[in-house]
């Protein structure tokens, strides 16, 4: 890479910065249609503070009412050893060398009550570094239309200054979230324009423009999953070709590799997947040295946190970290939309530049 | 250059007309400030058939009224040899090399009914190829509210989707332009939103947008300003001392070198300026092969004419050359508006750092 190129991201990311500020926009009431779209043509987030305490959902949703209106129905609950769904992890191969993986989570169906209890035993009654695995309902397969639609008629069915000013028919999904403290979401971005509403607990954001996109270290990662431990003749198929490979010679089960703090009696184990690479930020902007690029100190995250009843607009193809504290019952729920983003104009073709330039530096 | 980065350029002209076609989109009703502002933040142009055919000014503007209103009040007149105000343009230095400047018009006061005398004789009377000097009301210095402002009640005074849309105040400038078929503006970018409102004749406009910066080759030009010939020792300056040099051995005086139909008895001559250096476009899309970038060849230029009454919406930071027709009368009559374009958000800064990208692969 030769310097100029290095300049140019650079005096991208300062100038993006001294443009804009890095303090996100305090809005007391929701915008008109128009002065949402405002934000949305400049990429700029903000979060309308108390705008969803009227909304029943933020009025009802205790866990008694999540339990009588749910029960055991079954819900897809994403499985973790460590909080770290859809997470840069390392990855132990066979020969004894680690690489990071795209770990996508364990995914089963639980009874809703039973999962609402496991959260909320973990998050009021272990210490929070105790191991245990972490379990998440975060579907964002619109879950909240179809899995949990007992409780959409408890939200509004589409933000509408959003759905207006985008030209929209509806919402593109409406996603439920309901987990503990120790989810993380990590840092990554979405091809959507997205409205964040909290309800319970508490949401912390870090966010990055696009064009800080040199600073995350977007890397090819292979994809992973976690599974829970089978017999090792079930499980062992390293040429994909779906039979089980001859008993390898006994060897030591190496250990997943996420943290320091993880149960040895974990039942859950990372394994590749096939299927293409998954492009992912590794940069992580609350461990600044740890996988940092040369630009990585030149970003200026900027942070938010959800009350609940607050909403955040969350640009298109923003990078985000999620963090989540739950509330005095022992959860985080959150409500978000979805809406289809732009993809003409400027903007995506424009930021699709200075990321093909910036994976380029490398 | 390493190749790379020549593909990120290609890929992103590729993938912006991709996405965004090569037809202007017509409307047939002016847009609401909502419907402006989804343009606007797709830095997208538009034109609004017949939007302006209800003006005072489309239904007033004769050469007679506007004789009548002006009379032989003072205005500023840009006059070129070729029609070439603010145009690359070549110029012979003294020792015979040649290179391009940034060709400033001669401007003068000329009683208004004069210069439309002129204009109209050399548009009605005279072959088009016919050498003599050029005439324009161009100053777009908010002439519309001074030089002319006997006129601007004549226009409303704003746009109001615009001014509503873009949370402005007002214009921040109203230019009125009086032309004839001669006059080109050569392809630049302004950092306005414009609204541009044809009155009488026509524009043909070649639209190019920021994305395809490394097209219109971009280069750094030397200031030059045409001025009416004077005595030597008036006009030899050549170290900006303000005191003429002493007269040097006779030489042949050196012609000026814009096109070939020049009046040998034109009193203009191009003469450097002391002052910055312009970063100016030299690519022009009618003559694709002359100073065409390896990249040249992949711009798809936008064309649109704008007839009487028609209104377009340029957006900031769009490449535009300009040409136009004259009216049955012999003129060609715009007003535009300009407003202030956003700088803060994603647009600006992506743009220049695109414009940085193709600087640095010369």
Redo the contacts between chains.
Sequence with gaps: M?A??ED??A??MI??HE??GTVIDELTEEPS??EF??Y?????PFVVRGAALDWEATQTWSVDYLKAVLGDDPVNIAVTPAGNADAPTPYTHPDGTTSLVFAKPHEEDQPFSSFLDYLIDQEKHRPQRAPAEVRYAQTQNDNLRNEYSLLYPQVPRTIPWAR??L?ARDADAVNLWIGGARSVTALHRDNYENVYVQIRGRKHFVLL???CVAAVNEVELRPGRYRRRRGKAEKRDGDGDGEPEPEPEPEPEPEPQVGPDLDPDLDLELELEDGPSVPFAIWDPDKPDVNATRYSRLAQPMRVTLNPGDMLYLPCMWYHKVSQSSSPEGVCIAVNYWYDM?????????????R??AG?TK
Tied chains: 1, 2.
């Design positions: 030769e100029p190129y140019a991201l005096e991208l100038s993006y443009l804009n249609p128009l779209m405002r949305a043509a400049r990429n700029t207006v000013a030209g423009p696009p064009a732009e993809f003409s104009g400027a903007l995506y073709p424009l930021t699709t530049f200075v093909t330039v380029k």
